[in-house]
């Protein structure tokens, strides 16, 4: 069974950063492509950025692009999602997702197989 497991929500004010970190069990962390997705109240879960299997591909969403960075170490069976320059509307319950499909990096929630809890981060004004 895959087990995705995230870490390193919170509260943070405008112009600050957070880490988030989403570790995987149950396969070989290597199978993946890694996604994150967000989803503020009332709005539909959103693409945030994705990372191919060796790290070597990545794809943002013009929102975050520049402020956020997506990374991987596959020898700890994790994905990484830098948040710098926080804003208010980056207010959202953050989720990574595990893509198993042999192909390019998607956008869609529905390609992503295995999902983890989902963590909030509150930017305050």
């Known amino acids: 069974q895959v087990q995705l497991v995230e870490s390193g929500g919170g509260l943070v004010q405008a112009g600050g950063s957070l880490r988030f970190s989403c570790t995987v069990s149950?396969?070989?962390?290597?199978?993946?492509?890694m996604g994150w997705f967000r989803q503020a109240p009332g709005k539909e879960r959103e693409f945030v950025a994705a990372?191919?299997?060796?790290?070597?591909?990545?794809d943002y969403a013009d929102s975050v692009k520049g402020r956020f960075a997506i990374s991987r170490d596959n020898a700890k069976n994790t994905v990484y999602l830098q948040m710098n320059s926080l804003k208010p509307e980056d207010t959202a319950v953050y989720y990574c997702?595990?893509?198993?499909?042999?192909?390019?990096?998607?956008?869609?929630?529905?390609?992503?197989?295995?999902w983890g809890q989902g963590t909030q981060v509150t930017v305050s004004s």
């Open positions: 997702a595990a893509d198993a499909t042999i192909g390019a990096l998607s956008r869609s929630s529905t390609a992503y197989e295995f």
């Open positions: 149950g396969r070989t962390f290597r199978s993946y492509a």
């Open positions: 990372i191919s299997r060796l790290g070597i591909s990545t």
